[in-house]
């Protein structure tokens, strides 16, 4: 993915519709990027009643400059 300098995306995964349980995730910045830094927040967890969950988390990029970044994370032991 990229993201723009001062740049805000949603992103939404999942593992099939199974519940995983609790889910980290933050970015895994790619190079060249400018030292660019980026927050990952806004993480939240939905499950339907159908059984069916969806995991969300939101990205900002603090700059400077635009990136390339890979989602990285898992769940806590």
Request: net charge positive; hydrophobic share 35%; no cysteine.
């Amino acid at each position: 993915m990229f993201l723009a300098q001062g740049g805000t995306l949603r992103y939404f995964y999942s593992f099939g519709g199974a519940d995983r349980g609790f889910q980290q995730a933050g970015a895994d910045i790619k190079t060249p990027n400018n030292g660019a830094e980026v927050v990952a927040f806004d993480q939240s967890k939905q499950k339907l009643t159908n059984g069916t969950t969806t995991y969300r988390v939101s990205f900002r990029n603090l700059g400077p400059g635009g990136i390339f970044f890979n989602i990285q994370g898992g769940g806590a032991a």
